[in-house]
């Protein structure tokens, strides 16, 4: 299964074409902040592996301080029922 | 049969691979993936007789519908009101940082289910979350002894070494992928962050909502 042989079949879990990464990079390239700046000509796969990480940690982040600050609001008051109901009418 | 001329090279490797995987008998989580963008069930392991040509986008647009955060938010409300009134530890102080750690597993699992099991990180976090936090510090210290091997077999097969590392640390960084392939890891990396963006909108918004709620005076007593 190891083999580095090329396959008539295209996809095995042993050939992965460079190609194909590249089509993924370019994909997920796509999704990351600041795609607009960047040229479509080539997609660095060391670059985009490394922003992709920094763009999760700053999500976890993020989420990490929305986290303290919606326990903190949780702290001062329980959410009852009714604001429940004001916060769903504010989200729809 | 990669020659399938199309305007939109992508789609073609979308196609074949989800095929590939399909026919292998393996994982299908192309194929699953972008079932799942035409709304079907995709429980379904074995649809191999199905065409798959579909656009791998839908599969990440459904984060950012109105519908999805509306939901996730109410599911989320809900799970925010039973961490309000069971304290996590039961100790007799409820340190803020427990509290905000409790919201944050809350927030991620309600995340995964709104992922509603289709891809792998939503399902590792459904199935224990914990395991992520202490297996962690254990983990560094196999990884010395096999980065090297796994260097040499990476260079072997004509990819670098430094993009196998940088690979590994993003699968550290998604539940559950760690030992992923690159493309499979790809795929995974793509639904969680668009997963996480509309975690961020959903929080914001109810923080945001909470705040306006309860410094406003007209709040009414219940």
Redesign the interface.
Known sequence: MSSRRSRSRQMSSSRITDEQINDLLTKLQAVLPEAHLRSTDRVSAAKVLQDTCNYIRSLHREVDDLSERLSELLANNDINSAQAAIIRSLLR | ??AVARSD??HA?WT??S???V??G?RLWFGMAISNAEGESAAKEGGGGRKRKRR?EPS?AKWRTQGE??TY??KL??A??R???SPPSGATATT?HA??????EA??RALAVAARGRTRWSRAILSGRTLKRRIRPSCFRPKPVGSSAAARAAAE??K?A??EK??R??GR??PGCRKL???TL??E??D???A??M??RA?????D??????SAPA??P?
């Open positions: 049969m990669r090279g992508s490797i074949e691979a095929e590939g995987f026919s292998e393996g791998e990440l955060q509306r938010s109410t409300v809900e925010l009101r961490v309000r009134r803020d509290r905000s750690r409790a919201v944050r927030a991620d097969r004509g670098p430094t993009l940088k690979a640390v993003l960084l998604v392939s690159l493309p790809l795929e990396v793509s969680y962050i668009a996480l963006e975690q961020v929080m914001s918004a109810i923080a909502a909470l705040s306006a709620a309860s709040a009414e219940m």
